[in-house]
């Protein structure tokens, strides 16, 4: 089932609200290696560790960035809101990260 356009929502899980209280560590995310532009492109490999967990957690009211099966169905109004920009919340994709994401559409969405 699609999701329906104005459905789509930034930072919608139940603990976004900042605290006044700063955190007691920062947590960097790990970088995320990009495929060789001649390699095969897979989900768990290549595509999941695009999606953060914020992300994850802001989507998944609809759908679970971390799933295969639900990014699958969802992948074309997903790709159509990273090149736009308005997917992730926070910020565009690179390029690079939006062209990974393009390829594995048009592989077929590997697994």
């Not at 007691?24 to 595509?47: C, G, K, M, N, Y």
């Not at 099966?69 to 159509?80: G, N």
């Amino acid at each position: 089932m699609p999701v329906p356009a104005g459905a789509w929502v930034c930072n919608a899980y139940p603990d976004v609200r900042l605290s006044a209280i700063p955190p007691l560590t920062t947590t960097e995310e790990a970088p995320v290696s990009q495929p060789a532009p001649d390699e095969p492109l897979r989900f768990a490999a290549h595509i999941k560790p695009l999606f953060r967990d914020g992300d994850r957690r802001s989507m998944r009211f609809a759908f679970d960035l971390w799933d295969y099966d639900d990014v699958a169905a969802h992948a074309d109004a997903i790709l159509e809101r990273l090149q736009s920009g308005t997917m992730p919340c926070d910020g565009a994709w690179p390029a690079d990260r939006v062209a990974v994401f393009s390829r594995w559409i048009e592989s077929g969405k590997p697994a």
